[in-house]
């Protein structure tokens, strides 16, 4: 394989559209998520992320979409991973979505809140606008820990004041048809719903001047 394949294959990697590059100067919206984001146990193209790539499109904007979601991810694992993604790709809108497999663990929140805050941090010291997507546990985690956990999104966006989603599987986490059959990742009908809970708070976070830049 030549070097200038290899090349242009890597570079096809870190981008989850498939219809086409953008402009050189075109501002980049970085995911930071987990498996609810990496599009897991459903076609990529189908997931919430591709989707709201194409709805930027077709809504005039010409932001790049770089989804560097991982399943299974925790905050401390985004953490550890934020500060390089940062440093290559200069997103000018980050959007963290991580903290549910920390929940599912029963990790500390305390720890949690911690890894969140400093990856918050970052990113408004590289000057990227954040947009925080909430997350919430079942009832069967209890309801203190289900009230502290959530309170972990809402706390965090009143003292960065962020923007948030509070809850990104709203309308679908409790709708069977929507999820696959461990009851945790929404399905391909899902999808669009959950891009439907994003785009009205994340609109507010785009800038005019990244409309229809060629």
């Keep these: 394989m030549s070097r200038l394949i290899f090349f242009l294959l890597c570079i096809g990697a870190l981008l989850i559209a498939p219809t086409g590059l953008r402009a050189a100067d075109a501002p980049t919206i970085l995911v930071f998520g987990d498996s609810l984001s990496a599009g897991y146990g459903i076609a990529p193209a189908r997931g919430w992320v591709s989707l709201l790539d194409a709805k930027l499109r077709s809504s005039g904007y010409s932001y790049r979409i770089v989804n560097a979601s991982v399943s299974g991810e925790t905050t401390a694992g985004g953490l550890a991973r934020l500060p390089r993604a940062l440093q290559t790709q200069h997103p000018a809108v980050v959007i963290i979505e991580l903290g549910g497999n920390d929940g599912l663990r029963a990790l500390p929140i305390a720890e949690m809140r ?101």
């Design 114 to 214: 911690s890894n969140l805050a400093r990856m918050i941090s970052l990113c408004k010291e590289s000057r990227a606008s954040v947009l925080l997507l909430g997350i919430r546990m079942p009832g069967n985690y209890g309801p203190r820990f289900t009230a502290e956990f959530e309170g972990v999104y809402s706390g965090l966006a009143k003292q960065f004041r962020i923007p948030m989603v509070p809850f990104l599987l709203e309308g679908v986490a409790s709708q069977a048809g929507l999820m696959q059959a461990d009851g945790i990742h929404p399905n391909e009908q899902g999808q669009p719903l959950l891009l439907a809970n994003v785009w009205p708070v994340l609109i507010k976070t785009l800038t005019p001047s990244a409309k229809n830049v060629r």
